[in-house]
């Protein structure tokens, strides 16, 4: 039997596709894989799967579609942009056919009047965002429904330039160095990319001088030890205030996303 994705669904798709034509689409998603066809899921059709819920019609309906964060725009919007925005309209009941959305560690539930949770699942949907339709045969069968893309915010200055990569491997971050040996903290002179650790985390703090924050010896952040590369509390306050500007989970640590965020994502 085929299976469909409800047509809500598609018409974001649509529209994401139009307003942001260079947008990487590699994870996209609506389809469950084999990890999600072990245990109920909105992507799995609710015919032929184990779904998150099923209606009892003849329709094979897939509920559930996953959308690559990087959208690619040269001005500067970010899917972090695009979920806000998604956020505030389902809570005001703009968008009443969204049960639930999912990205970088949190989720809005209709359940809970869209307030923002934390995501407790395996799969922090860091590389997309999850988006759910309600479990209604209304929101199963809309059609012509407008995401409001239009009403996205301006935004502001592009991040300076040159775009530094994260120098870490895959897994690893800057923090504490009583965490273990994924945490880099500067301490241990280790090397990555040709240039010691704190090198890296003293670059990374300069970006964000660049952008404008005030960091540095007798400044608002790093006032007393400065841009010295040794992860600490001081750095720890720096990176969660600055994750808090960028939407990012407030952990404190420079991992890839908020590293890549310092050069990637404008300046409001």
């Known amino acids: 039997m085929t299976w469909t994705v409800v047509p809500n669904l598609n018409e974001a798709r649509d529209q994401l596709d139009q307003r942001f034509p260079g947008r990487d689409t590699r994870s996209d998603g ?10 109920p899921s909105s992507h799995n059709p609710d015919l032929t799967g184990l779904p998150e819920y099923r209606d009892g019609d003849e329709f094979n ?25 998604w956020v505030t309209l389902a809570r005001a009941g703009s968008l009443w056919w969204v049960r639930y959305i999912i990205f970088n560690g949190r989720i809005w539930h209709r359940r809970y009047d869209f307030t923002t949770r934390t995501y407790t699942g395996s799969n922090r949907h860091t590389t997309h965002c999850h988006v ?36 870490l491997p895959a897994g690893y971050y ?53 841009s010295d590369g040794l992860y600490g509390p001081e750095h720890q306050e720096l990176i969660k205030a600055f994750q808090a500007d960028q939407g990012l989970a407030r952990d404190g640590l420079l991992g890839r996303l908020t590293w890549d965020a310092a050069y990637h994502n404008p300046i409001r």
Not at 31 to 38: E, L, N, P, V
Not at 207 to 212: A, S
């Open 30 to 39: 609506s389809i469950g894989d084999t990890a999600h066809q072990r245990y």
């Open 61 to 85: 309906e897939v509920r559930a579609r996953d959308f690559d964060a990087d959208l690619n725009d040269p001005n500067g919007i970010v899917m972090e942009h695009v979920v806000q925005l």
């Open 132 to 167: 759910n339709s309600d479990f209604t045969q209304a929101a199963d069968t809309v059609r012509g429904t407008d995401w409001r893309l239009d009403q996205l915010p301006p935004v502001g200055r592009p991040a300076p330039k040159p775009v530094v990569a994260f120098p």
């Open 174 to 226: 800057f923090g504490p160095r009583e965490r273990g040996n994924q945490s880099v903290s500067g301490y241990y002179r280790r090397r990555f990319k040709g240039k010691i650790d704190r090198q890296w985390l003293t670059a990374w703090t300069r970006q964000l001088v660049r952008r404008g924050w005030p960091a540095g010896k007798g400044r608002r952040y790093l006032r007393r030890a400065g």
